[in-house]
């Protein structure tokens, strides 16, 4: 996939996609709905929809796709004409929808980009723009694939049992509620289900068949609401989905569970993060689809492309995608997202609408949560809804603290790469000392800010030790980051479109959200050229701070966790004109960095500052 990484990196402590989407930003809530779960920030129809989506400051940096030929568009600002554009192969498009052609192209594309016999073309825009985009075109009901009959889907997969690799040593596995039998495979020693869940009694959410055809359910399994597939109402649609650290039983049998973040990451690294290892050689593509590679199938998963079942679009991509369920605690949706004409497999988020899909269980019990734990996230839920919670509400004395967390840094700056040629900067506000570091056109901090006199907000050390102040600096509640207590949780921290200041020293500024974005975009998503190969746990890959920036695994702080994740998770405040807070994560464990936006739970985070 990598077009960006807004598209498909989850985010964490709490994970916390995608992948920034800006979902808090009134500008931009009517997006593509069906965009998220197929991995791009948009995807439209036609051009009438993709009309009314400008390209502006706000989106930049995203992709758009039109049209079944997935035309692909890239919104940047042209400096030479100081103009945003969506930037396509043949042609390009200003804000204001009127063609535009860079000087680069060749006047025989723009012959062709502006036949008009393209659909895709850019002279079907015009400044009047229709008002018919993709999701408000698309059925709220199960109408339009509903009502096709089978010979009209016309899936692949015409055989129970037809889809696994006959090379392949399976198991099996009955389901003690109806008695049905499923194949089972090992990898590396995690016993995984090779075909999707088809249980139909469950008691708490909705299951669908695709297309509400019981036959399909046989051979590609059944659509789950997230609620069904976690069994706890603690998991409808929007809820915070907080039933602990899993693993979750879900609606799996006893002795199975729902498969973790964990467990899912570990199969999209085995594969490489490519679908065909992971695709059964049939079961993908349509008689009236574009043609799609067969799978490998070289673990024997099998998958197949089961399709989604969507609220605001309907039954979709039957052949074409396929969607698995994975536990993750947090309000956004997490899955496992296959797509067998792009090549690409990893975890995806999404809370744009409610969703349906597929459920494969992984062997070992998991936690099957009481009704007192459920009221309990409950209670913690509707907290955290209150508009006038803020950063300095949270006291010390409240806050948990993670047990025998202990600094995995032995001696401050010893995080540094010694083949890097630093700066420093010295501020004026304490005389404290950084080393800073040149990442392309922008100068960084090379390490935390441990500034510790804010007026405005919370600012803190880990589990609130000292210790951990002069190794990994302070950790700030975005009032005190932002140095304004229109940033208070939950409120719209809207400063304007510039530099922000916030609590750096004269000249320097919070990281807006390009330069965030470009950092993660120079390391294309991972987070091994971000880290130190110092400061974080043991099992974790060493960083290769390729740039620098020497980041160490300094842990995270929000409102409902309290302390954790210390030496596995990186995190850094980034300024957004928005209600809802943007940070970078840096992932560990997972090798993934992204920016990140969350809101479920006030947030602390460490500061970097860059240079005006």
């Not at 402590?13 to 069906?34: G, K, Q, R």
């Not at 002795?255 to 490519?274: C, D, F, R």
């Not at 993750?328 to 744009?352: P, T």
């Not at 967390?405 to 630093?422: K, M, V």
Request: overall charge negative.
């Amino acid at each position: 996939m990598k077009h960006s990484v807004f598209r498909h990196l989850p985010g964490l402590c709490v994970l916390a996609t995608t992948t920034i989407f800006f979902t808090a930003c009134s500008d931009d809530d009517n997006f593509s709905p069906v965009s998220k779960n197929r991995g791009y920030d948009y995807a439209f129809k036609s051009n009438n929809g993709f009309a009314d989506y400008p390209c502006n400051e706000m989106r930049e940096g995203r992709e758009a796709i039109v049209g079944r030929d997935k035309e692909s568009y890239f919104c940047e600002f042209d400096e030479i004409d100081s103009v945003y554009i969506w930037a396509g192969f043949n042609d390009t498009l200003t804000a204001k929808g009127k063609e535009f052609v860079r000087k680069n192209v060749s006047s025989s594309s723009r012959e062709s980009s502006s036949s008009g016999d393209d659909d895709s073309s850019s002279s079907q825009y015009s400044s009047s723009y229709s008002s018919s985009s993709y999701s408000s075109s698309s059925s709220s009901a199960r109408s339009s694939s509903s009502s096709l009959s089978w010979d009209e889907l016309k899936p692949r997969l015409t055989e129970k049992g037809e889809q696994f690799n006959p090379d392949i040593d399976y198991g099996t596995m009955t389901d003690p509620r109806d008695g049905k039998t499923y194949r089972t495979v090992d990898i590396e020693g995690t016993i995984w289900m090779a075909e999707n869940l088809n249980f139909v009694d469950n008691e708490i959410g909705m299951s669908y068949c695709f297309s509400d055809d019981e036959e399909i359910c046989k051979l590609y399994g059944r659509l789950y609401s997230r609620d069904a597939a976690m069994n706890s109402s603690e998991c409808k649609y929007k809820s915070s989905c907080n039933l602990g650290s899993g693993p979750i039983q879900g609606i799996c049998p006893d002795g199975w569970h729902i498969p973790t973040y964990t467990e899912t990451q570990a199969l999209v690294n085995l594969a490489s993060k490519k679908a065909r290892p992971l695709m059964s050689t049939i079961g993908w593509g349509t008689e009236d689809s574009l043609y799609i590679d067969p799978g490998v199938d070289t673990y024997g998963l099998s998958f197949v492309g089961t399709g989604e079942y969507d609220t605001k679009d309907d039954f979709n991509d039957i052949g074409e995608y396929a969607f698995m369920w994975v536990y993750y605690q947090s309000s956004k949706m997490y899955y496992l997202l296959i797509r067998g004409e792009d090549n690409d497999a990893f975890i995806n988020d999404f809370d744009g609408y409610e969703s349906n899909f597929s459920v494969r269980c992984v062997k070992g019990d998991g936690v099957v949560p009481s009704s007192s734990s459920s009221s309990s996230y409950s209670s913690s839920s509707s907290a955290k809804s209150s508009s006038s919670v803020s950063s300095s509400s949270v006291s010390s004395s409240s806050r948990t603290k993670q047990a025998g967390a202990e600094p995995l840094l032995e001696a401050a700056g010893e995080q540094f790469n010694p083949d890097i040629e630093y700066g420093t900067m010295t501020d004026p506000r304490d005389g404290k000392t950084y080393k800073t570091v040149k990442v392309g056109s922008a100068t960084w901090m090379a390490e935390n800010l441990n500034y510790a006199d804010n007026e405005i907000g919370v600012s803190t050390c880990f589990n609130d030790d000292d210790r951990f102040c002069e190794l990994y600096g302070h950790f700030y509640s975005r009032s005190a980051a932002m140095n304004s207590s229109s940033c208070a949780y939950k409120s719209s921290c809207d400063l304007g479109t510039g530099h922000i200041q916030g609590i750096c020293p004269d000249g320097w500024h919070i990281p807006t959200n390009k330069e965030a974005q470009d950092l993660v975009n120079l390391a294309s998503g991972h987070a091994l050229p971000l880290m130190s190969a110092k400061g974080w746990k043991t099992g974790i890959t060493p960083g290769t701070d390729t740039y620098g920036l020497s980041f160490v695994g300094a842990g995270c702080y929000c409102s409902d966790d309290g302390f954790h994740s210390l030496g596995e998770y990186g995190r850094l405040w980034v300024y957004y004109a928005s209600s809802t807070q943007y940070y970078i994560v840096i992932r560990g464990l997972e090798n993934e960095a992204e920016v990140w936006d969350y809101n479920d739970e006030e947030c602390y985070n460490p500061v970097r500052c860059v240079k005006d």
